[in-house]
């Protein structure tokens, strides 16, 4: 069976210190990974998504950036933290090629000092 | 702008009776899927209605998709206390590559 993980679940980190947050996928193949931002209290905002190993489409302009070193791992980076970018963030995966819904990661709350 | 949104924003019902939530959408679709989230954790996919179907049943969980009227909604009959949550609407807006999420109905079940 599909597993996602992603960790840590709870991250504080000071303002201007790099972020890695990673993300990885068991038990399927050439999946569509996403990386989304949920503000307290709303709905998810896309950030990343990518179909293929080192492909990677992003969503708004941001302090973030994404990689996709191998299929089932997708790590989300910033060089130096905002106190914007506190939030909840998860990850999600779904099979290529049809939409069928997304599997999600538990989440990682991150809050920037 | 985002695709999905729901309405009540907030919800608060007895355990035993049915909660309804809807979806409203603003383009077409190839599907729309809904999602519960509990307090500080991932999303859960619940149901995929296509845009070809109207009605869809899971368990306790009942889907209507209106595609004339870009609208869809979540009924759970027989509520729960553990039934407490966000309920997202989302909508596949783009060749199945991203799903867009509404801001979603927080849901209370009191016992």
Partial sequence: SQTIHQWPATLVQPVGSPLSLECTVEGTSNPNLYWYRQ????????????????????????NLSASRPQDRQFILSSKKLLLSDSGFYLCAWSKAGANYGYTFGSGTRLTVV | SQQGEEDPQALSIQEGENATMNCSYKTSINNLQWYRQN???????????????????????????????????????ASRAADT?????ATDASGGFKTIFGAGTRLFVKA
């Fill in chain 1, 39 to 62: 503000a307290a209290g709303r709905g998810l905002q896309l950030l990343f998504y990518s179909v293929g190993i080192g492909q990677i489409s992003s969503e708004v302009p941001q």
């Fill in chain 2, 85 to 89: 949550a966000s309920y997202f609407c």
């Fill in chain 2, 39 to 77: 307090s500080g954790r991932g999303l859960v996919h619940l149901i995929l209605i296509r845009s070809n179907e109207r009605e869809k049943h899971s368990g306790r969980l009942r889907v209507t998709l209106d595609t004339s009227k870009k609208s869809s909604s979540l009924l759970i009959t």
